[in-house]
């Protein structure tokens, strides 16, 4: 019941929220079509008796007779609902991600991929029991066009959830030995997450989301911008080191050094900080703390001048001979 009442508190909201705003990526257009699916599974509980005592009594005719009546009267309205809510989210679902296709493409395959699998199988779970419900409450015959389309539609989806899933776990575990085993003896180190721009932004309140923006969030910039700790054989031990050569960062792929920087110009930007993306930048080759002052930002956004190490922002051109842009 509980995932109910958050379900009719959110969802619109969520819709809203990923229509409005075109910086979500694709995997998370993708995965909110498990949230009514998921739902409408778990309450469809409601129509099973709890135990064998509960069997027994719908042998007495007049418990069964109530036990139809109940579920047909305050059950299965709710049912058609949030089936409705799952067919809302499907076609909601695949228009996002048509409409994001062309760039989400571009990118190499990466854990975030593989969410794409669970939402259908979450979907496809809960045409199953909304089938079921129909069958054992409705007092419609089974042939009638409505459950032969919704047999039909959920045999399809079936069949597109076991293809996916496969495909999918197959591709995950080719590439799983590349993404625990990242070399990173080339690789410019990172910021930690305390020392990025955007970490004194969010600490600041000054970089809240926004039911609609035009720009990335500023968590999964600060994300993108000090990568992550990967564990890695050195001198005979077993270290940490900081690294973005990881191919996503949860459901979003990783950004390349390009997109990072215009992204965060666009979040400074609207903060009304002076961050043009097309200015000449004075021959500066990286986006580091010490670049802050080009865009003329206030004193509390620049960093502490005891900092001298490479930053991992560095875009020249050893950076796109590695590929990693």
């Not at 418990?63 to 309205?77: A, D, I, Q, S």
Request: glycine fraction near 4%; charge should be neutral.
């Amino acid at each position: 019941m509980f995932s109910l009442v958050a379900f009719a508190m959110i969802y619109m909201l969520s819709q809203i929220r990923i229509h409005t705003n075109d910086k979500i990526s694709v995997p998370v257009c993708w995965v909110q079509l498990s949230g009514p699916a998921v739902v409408l599974y778990g309450f469809s509980i409601f129509s099973q008796p709890g135990s064998d005592r509960d069997d027994f009594a719908l042998l007495v005719e007049e418990n069964k007779e109530h036990f139809f009546y109940v579920h047909r009267t305050f059950y299965m309205p709710i049912m058609h609902v949030l089936f409705a809510f799952c067919m809302v989210s499907m076609v909601s679902s695949l228009y996002l991600v048509r409409s994001k296709w062309k760039d989400f493409s571009e990118k190499e395959f990466s854990p975030a991929h593989v969410s794409f699998g669970a939402p259908l199988v979450a979907h496809v779970n809960a045409m199953q029991a909304y089938r079921s419900s129909l069958q054992k409450f409705s007092p419609n015959p089974p042939g009638t066009t409505f459950k032969l389309w919704l047999y039909r539609y959920w045999a399809f989806g079936l069949i597109c959830a076991t293809v996916m899933v496969l495909v999918l776990t197959w591709k995950f575990f080719s590439h799983l030995p590349g993404w625990c085993q990242i070399d990173v003896e080339d690789d410019e180190m990172p910021p930690e997450p305390k020392e990025t721009v955007v970490t004194r932004l969010l600490q600041n309140g000054e970089a809240g989301d926004e039911m609609r923006q035009d720009f990335v969030s500023a968590a999964v910039l600060q994300a993108n911008e000090s990568g992550a700790l990967v564990r890695v054989l050195r001198d005979g031990k077993m270290k940490y080191v900081r690294s973005r050569r990881m191919p996503s960062m949860g459901f979003d792929p990783i950004m390349n050094v390009s997109e990072l920087m215009s992204e965060r110009d666009r979040l400074l930007q609207h903060l009304s900080h002076a961050a043009d993306p097309s200015r000449d930048r004075g021959g500066m080759t990286s986006f580091d703390d010490a670049l802050m002052d080009t865009f003329n930002e206030p004193s509390r956004l620049r960093a502490s001048s005891g900092r001298n190490k490479l930053n991992f922002m560095s875009f020249d051109a050893s950076t796109m001979m590695r590929g990693d842009h």
